[in-house]
């Protein structure tokens, strides 16, 4: 395997005095999609706030293109081209749709994804630009969200739970999008509690289970039976 | 015709009030921070000014050109090295840590220019007036000083609203773990809304130090008028916080028609009138 | 099995010990002591009451109000008043005075209540501010330059200047002390279990059933009525009022939050340890003046960023000391075999 985009070794994460994730290694290689499945509790949110600096790390314990970028703190991550898509959307609710879109490409990094692209891929965000971003339905602000952490032009994004909360169809329709995220050569993490979805979008799957690695194959080598032994550790 | 009178005076000196209370707005809208050292900072400025006129030579008006560097700069060190520590769930820090710096401002004061009355004088303009109608007369530097504040809060409606820089400010007062995300440095962003904010402050000290007598002490008055103008003007809009100042200016007039002895009473009433009847202010913008 | 509420733990008795004895030993002071001694002394209680009453309300209640110079200056107007223009005799116009006070800062609160926050903070300082104006214009008792306690009313106090020095004296020391108890025991009881956990996380309290609001508002008012009568007995001793001195910002607000934060918020024993702390800055720094304030101001900031929860605060946590039995502990003890 060429090396890897994002190479998690050995990660251990803790709130406070309690420990949510022993010892966690994962890989992601470039415009590579990976899924990271697991039940409630089971790290994963834990995982991807970690890389994004948001939780502290020991430092070599993940490796950004070859550099070192544990521990530092979310906006230097986010300056090295990781882009999060935060549980529960994180929208700024005093922005406009527009201001979050543009606060998302604060950094000024150029790239694919521009204000006009964005809209392209979600048509229905353009539609209602101005407005405040709460006043989006559930679905739309996941867009907002997506398209926020895209205008950064980010090498990896790393997805948080995107279908929580949404209507499968809806969920369908984002996910229909995502070909082209990866087409623009972004790696992609997605954080998934539905797993057929994940599955779908992902080339490799990771399983979590109580802050430890539990799976990790191909997706299309799993099986079921597999899977489930590991999402629910029978 | 008299009340008329009274009444526009009130409006103009509510300009200043507003200027004096537009920087606290902006840094309790960023950062939920309430700067009790925000008065004091105020007739810094105005010292700084009576030293700027002093050394060079210049007039009050052109000492702008360095009051303003100068104050923003202290407002960016002041939250990077000292305020930004304090920022956090708890409420206590930020109060003691500013009312601590409220303390040794007004002392520093003291002891480098005693407590003499000092003014600055902007020659002609101090006395001219224009005539507006019979009997209706405004001086020139109230004008002007009420223009400049009106320009000042447009200007920093203009900021918060159609800036990148003010998007950071919003973003990252709704919520500053996500706007990390987004790349903002936090410490830079609330050191930033704070030089903003101390920007201001000088232009008021310096209107200040020209309209009448200061020394040392004048701090906390100044920052509870501020204070008042935001909290009758409603929290989070700039513009009720100039209505705020406006409504505060006159009802000092009123009271100090009725009885000099009532002005600054007389303020403080309107406030707790606000505040029994209105708490959430006359123009708050609501959040969700 | 039986379950129930033990207080203190076994360092606590030495401290109640200790406690007895200084007790003891200040009260004794006109015998070992001069004029000067026991006016410093009933400074010191006086700001040790001030002190613990503001820690009360602002540590514990999550209240921090700028502006209880209200109250002090309510107290000291309020005793002036009764006893120069009604002719009440000065002691028992100190209980008075308090009493006054209570009652007026049931309004207040409810305005300055409708404040959060740092925005609570300035509402009590406008108020005190309010407050003053008020007073100087009041022209029965001097307006705006005050007044002095005429000479019929100090005879009433004491016949002696001696037996008035001591009287004052006493009076201080037990007025002190009976705020210091009745901080413990509001602690002690159910109130001081909701204070407690108001302190710690106050929307979880609030979920689990402490009424935040009633909570407050008591504290809010006995603290105004304990500081009201601590102002009466202040300027009782000055035997002098004037609305700036009875209103000072400086005096009875900046140093009282400088105390308590230098000597640690949130614990009781912190404003005695502050109080003793600056009292001995006091002593040793006072002729430098405004650079005195200045250090004040500094050592506040710094040990707010270094050092929260003061030196009684980092003591306490580094050896577990505690002076007052306070800590609550459950025992669960078996039923007595029959």
Same mark, same amino acid.
Do not use: E, P, W
């Given at each position: 395997m060429p090396e890897a985009l994002l190479a998690v070794r050995n990660l251990e994460a803790f709130y406070?005095?309690?420990?949510?994730?022993?010892?966690v290694s994962i890989e992601v290689a470039r415009a590579e999609a990976v899924a990271v499945i697991g039940a409630n509790g089971a790290g994963k949110s834990t995982l991807l706030k970690s890389i994004a600096g948001l939780l502290r790390a020991r430092r070599d314990a993940i490796a950004f293109a070859g550099e070192p970028i544990g521990g530092m703190p979310a906006y230097a991550v986010a300056a090295r081209g990781i882009a999060l898509v935060p549980e529960g959307r994180g929208l700024f609710p005093s922005l406009s749709v527009e201001e979050n879109l543009l606060i998302g490409g604060q950094l000024g990094r150029l790239g694919a994804w521009t204000l006009r692209r964005v809209y392209e891929l979600f048509p229905v965000l353009g539609q209602r630009r101005k407005l405040p971003s709460t006043a989006l339905s559930g679905g739309?602000?996941?867009?907002?969200?997506?398209?926020?952490?895209?205008?950064?032009?980010p090498q990896l994004l790393l997805c948080d739970e995107i279908s929580l909360g949404l209507a499968p169809i809806v969920v369908r329709e984002i996910y229909a999008r995502l070909p082209g995220v990866r087409a623009e050569g972004t790696a992609i993490v997605l954080v998934e509690q539905d797993v057929v979805q994940a599955l779908a979008a992902a080339s490799r799957v990771y399983c979590l289970q109580e802050g430890r690695v539990a799976l990790s194959g191909a997706a299309k080598d799993l099986t079921r039976e597999a899977i489930a032994a590991a999402y629910f550790g029978v | 015709m008299e009340w008329i009178n009274v009444i526009l005076q009130g409006v103009l000196v509510g300009g200043l009030y507003a200027m004096f209370a537009a920087g606290l707005s902006l840094i309790f809208g960023v950062m939920r921070l309430v700067n009790i050292a925000h008065g004091d900072l105020i007739v810094l400025a105005a010292y700084v000014a009576l030293v700027a006129t002093q050394t060079f030579g210049i007039g009050p008006l052109t000492a702008l050109i360095i009051v303003v560097p100068?104050?923003?700069?202290?407002?960016y060190a002041l939250q990077w090295f000292v305020l930004n520590r304090t920022l956090g769930e708890d409420l206590l820090p930020p109060l003691l840590v500013t009312f601590g710096l409220s303390v040794?401002?007004?002392?520093?004061?003291?002891?480098?220019?005693?407590?003499?009355?000092?003014k600055l004088q902007a020659g002609g303009i101090e006395v001219a007036t224009i005539r507006l109608a019979e009997g209706l007369y405004v001086g020139v530097l109230p004008l002007l000083q009420f223009a400049v504040a009106v320009a000042v809060i447009a200007g920093l409606q203009f900021i918060f609203y159609r800036t990148a820089i003010g998007r950071a400010f919003r973003a990252t007062a709704d919520d500053p773990a996500v706007a990390q995300l987004m790349g903002l440095d936090n410490r830079r962003v609330f050191a930033l809304a704070m030089a903003a904010s101390l920007a201001v402050v000088a232009i008021a000290g310096v209107f200040l130090a020209v309209r009448a007598n200061f020394d040392p002490s004048q701090g906390p008055a100044r920052l509870i008028f501020g204070f008042e103008a935001v909290i009758i003007g409603g929290l989070g809009s700039l513009w009720g916080t100039l209505a705020g100042g406006l409504i505060l200016g006159v009802a000092q007039a009123v009271g100090a028609h009725l009885d000099p002895g009532w002005q600054i009473l007389a303020g403080h009433v309107a406030f707790l009138i606000v505040l029994a009847a209105r708490p959430q202010g006359l123009f708050a913008k609501v959040h969700t | 099995m039986t379950v129930r509420v033990a207080f203190g733990r076994r360092g606590n008795r030495l401290g109640v010990a200790l406690g007895a004895i200084a007790f003891a030993a200040l009260a004794a002071a006109p015998w070992w002591g001069g004029?000067?001694?026991?006016? +410093?002394?009933?400074e010191i209680y006086a700001y040790v009451a001030l002190a613990s009453l503001w820690n009360l309300l602002a540590g514990y209640a999550g209240l921090v109000s700028v502006g209880q110079q209200a109250y002090v200056g309510?107290?000291?107007?309020? +005793?002036f008043a009764l006893a120069i223009l009604f002719g009440i005799s000065p002691l028992w116009s100190i209980p008075l005075a308090g009493l006054i006070a209570a009652a007026l800062s049931i309004p207040v609160a409810l305005l300055v209540f409708r404040l959060r926050g740092h925005y609570f903070a300035i509402g009590t300082w406008i108020v005190a501010e309010v407050f003053r104006l008020t007073a100087s214009q009041i022209s029965a008792l001097g307006g705006g330059s005050g007044t002095s306690l005429p000479a019929a009313v100090v005879i009433a106090i004491a016949p002696t200047r001696a037996l008035r020095d001591f009287t004052m004296y006493w009076i201080a020391l037990l007025l002190a002390a009976a705020v210091l108890a009745l901080i413990v025991l509001l602690l002690r009881s159910r109130y001081g279990l909701a204070l407690k956990a108001m302190r710690d996380a106050e929307l979880a309290a609030a979920c689990s059933g402490v009424d935040v609001y009633r909570t407050k508002f008591l504290v809010y008012v006995l603290t105004?009525?304990?500081?009201?009568?601590?102002?009466?007995?202040?300027?009782?001793?000055?035997l002098r009022i004037s609305p700036d001195a009875a209103f000072s910002v400086n005096d009875w607000t900046a140093f009282v939050i400088f105390i308590t934060v230098i000597g640690g918020i949130g614990r009781i024993e912190g404003p005695i340890i502050g109080t003793l702390v600056f009292f001995a800055l006091r002593q040793t720094l006072a002729d430098l003046g405004t650079i005195y304030l200045m250090m004040l101001g500094l050592v506040a900031i710094v040990i707010m960023l270094m050092a929260p929860k003061g030196i009684w605060g980092m003591v306490a946590a580094r050896f577990g000391w505690q002076l007052f039995p306070l800590e609550r502990t459950v025992l669960f003890e078996e039923a007595k075999q029959r």
């Open positions: 406070g005095d309690f420990q949510a994730l022993f010892g739309q602000q996941q867009m907002a969200a997506l398209g926020r952490a895209l205008m950064a032009n | 100068v104050m923003a700069i202290i407002g040794i401002i007004q002392n520093g004061l003291l002891t480098a220019f005693t407590a003499d009355n000092v | 004029r000067d001694d026991l006016q +410093l002394l009933s309510l107290g000291a107007y309020s +005793l105004a009525l304990a500081t009201a009568m601590l102002g009466a007995l202040i300027f009782l001793q000055k």
